[in-house]
């Protein structure tokens, strides 16, 4: 048997069955979301997201085969060719929404700020796990969190520019969930954290725009009970609040579905037009997904994905190395803050912040990242019993 085919039957299926499902359920979700709707039916988003998950299998395959010791040499032409698109947005970069958050190419379109979360795990990675090899003076953990810090601080700072508030939110749990992994004294954590608790209120008044205000100001005004404008900043939250509350346990089904067919009259929100059509197949995917297959679709969605995260969690424990355990620790951050706000901001426990959901949230370039970690995580499983420093080529 050679070394590449066993490697092929190495990969943990757990990990890859459940990613496969979701992104399968996705495709459905999308097609679920747009039927109906001439204004976004008729560009076949879900074609689409079928061509860019074919996109992303060889690199999810490619990623799990080569060693992550390898990956780890990308770390730093990663991160600034990452930080070469941030910047070339403002002169190149279509705005859409108020956001100027992509590229195009032809007709297809990048987002740099999920790129930047690909190499930002990679070369927080190498920073916290390698670096102290290079010198004694790397081993102070003041300066490894500082240097960690200032790498995080500078893409962060250009994805809020955008702006994008939502993709610059992950930095800062990732970063956290990494420094904690890589045992930095938990006192130095705890200063930095209350340093970001002192720093939100001045983010709140001068960094975030007059549009994005009003996000948090429904969500406080949702927990106090007080009385929100239903047509105006609170008409998304209200809608998707009412979409998933009305579906029940089984859900009001697909047209034609079997529970509709006993009411060929009944319609979803989405179809009546009163949840945005085009948020619905990405950053509001849950309210499509819960009001369609109400509780008991939406339960179980939620437990592939906590499958899949207890599974990476796993092979995390198997790492061989520090850096084996920061790079799972980097994707799984990831995957769980973007599950847990898209979730959180249908059911309004979070402020709407445009954050996709993992698999099945339509984007191109958010489900190649998601299948890219994914392959970092099965790579740092195949080559869990492998020794440091034994690498003799990337597939052998």
Known sequence: ?????????????????????????????????????????????????????????????????????????????????????????????????????????????????????????????????????????????????????????IPMALVLKEPDVGSASVWGPRTAFMLLVANIPFRYLTVLTLLALIAMPLVYWFGLKPHQKPRIQVLIQALKGEERDTRGDAFSSVRLMMAIGSAGWEGKGHKGSRIKAKNPDAKTMSELGLVDSEPDLSDFIFGTIGE???????????TAFLLLLLQCLYIGFYSRDQTGRLLVTGAVSILFWHVFMNIGMCIQIVPITGVPLPFVSY???????????????????????????SEKSIFY
């Open 1 to 153: 048997m050679s070394p590449l085919f066993r490697k092929i039957l190495g990969i943990n299926w757990v990990v890859a069955i459940t990613m496969t499902g979701l992104m399968i359920f996705g495709i459905f979700a999308i097609y679920s979301a747009a039927y109906g709707d001439p204004a976004v039916e008729d560009q076949e988003f879900w074609r689409k997201q079928i061509k860019w998950i074919i996109v992303g299998t060889p690199i999810f395959l490619i990623t799990s085969l080569v060693d992550y010791r390898w990956i780890r040499y990308l770390a730093l032409p990663a991160y600034l060719g990452a930080m070469g698109l941030l910047l070339a947005l403002p002169f190149i970069g279509k705005t859409l929404n108020g956001a100027t958050s992509w590229i195009m190419i032809g007709s297809n379109s990048i987002q740099p700020s999920q790129i930047a979360l690909i190499s930002g795990v990679l070369v927080l990675s190498v920073t916290l796990g390698e670096l102290h090899r290079l010198h004694p003076v790397f081993r102070n953990h003041m300066l490894r969190m500082a240097i960690s810090l200032g790498l995080v601080a």
């Open 292 to 302: 369609e297959h109400g509780f008991r679709g939406s339960m179980i969605m939620i």
């Open 363 to 389: 984007g191109g370039t958010f489900v190649v990242t998601c299948m890219f970690l994914m392959g970092l995580v099965e790579s740092v499983w195949i080559h869990r019993n492998e020794e440091i420093g």
